[in-house]
């Protein structure tokens, strides 16, 4: 079945450096989302990308969708203690009414 | 605008008792249903989803059921707890397979 691998599983940055999370499926994607859970949370929707080689931003976060569709990458520049969590990638392989996660990567950051 | 709402917020139950946990949606017709498991520090496990009244897909195989009585009521049930059933219990909900996922709050069960 479809997999979605995530790295690093976690990431300990100092405030102001810079984070990046890594997603690859075995299959390509019709799309992929982005969540995030602060700890003791629930996961919380920030972003979908469609199309190939798409790139979106939200303030300091830049999402990318691979040209192959199978590949995504979350960025969040100069990192704030208000990151802290688990981000989670999740894709979707079209015509399924299910969404796969990956494992998440945790980012912890030192003030 | 729709809500989600899970209940109760924390649970702990000995080994071998029955299990109901619920979930609503509000605001929203006909909406995707799910539930998923998470253990401490780990991913999100899909355990049950429903697209419709009484359809109900199972993805794990366990000792856990899952029903939809009615639209945007969502049920998950056991009939005797094992201690591997402890964890983080999320409900979420979208318009379509595709679309972004809206959980609850989630529910915490301890297993004694």
């Known amino acids: 079945g479809q997999q979605v691998m995530q790295i690093p599983q976690y990431q300990h940055v100092q405030e102001g450096e810079d984070f990046t999370t890594y997603c690859n499926s075995s299959?390509?994607?019709?799309?992929i989302q982005w969540y995030k859970q602060r700890p003791g949370g629930h996961p919380v929707f920030l972003i979908q990308l469609v199309k190939s080689g798409e790139v979106k931003k939200q303030k300091r976060l830049t999402f990318q969708f691979g040209e192959a569709k199978k590949n995504s990458s979350l960025h969040i520049t100069a990192t704030q203690t208000t990151d802290v969590g688990t981000y989670f990638c999740?894709?979707?392989?079209?015509?399924?009414?299910?969404?796969?996660f990956g494992k998440g990567t945790k980012l912890t950051v030192n003030p | 605008s729709q809500t989600i709402h899970q209940w109760p917020a924390t649970l702990v139950q000995p080994v071998g008792s029955p299990l109901s946990l619920e979930c609503t949606v509000e605001?929203?017709?006909?909406?995707?249903l799910y539930w998923y498991r998470q253990a401490a520090g780990r991913g999100l496990q899909l355990l049950f989803y429903s697209v419709g009244i009484g359809q109900i897909s199972s993805e794990v195989p366990q000792n856990l059921s899952a029903s939809r009585p009615q639209d945007r009521q969502f049920i998950l049930s056991s009939k005797k707890l094992l201690l591997s059933d402890s964890g983080f219990y999320l409900c979420?909900?979208?318009?379509?397979?595709?679309?972004?996922?809206?959980f609850g709050d989630g529910t915490r069960l301890s297993i004694l």
């Open positions: 999740a894709g979707d392989q079209g015509g399924s009414e299910k969404l796969v």
């Open positions: 979420a909900w979208n318009a379509r397979g595709n679309q972004p996922q809206h």
């Open positions: 605001g929203t017709s006909n909406p995707n």
């Open positions: 299959t390509t994607l019709s799309n």
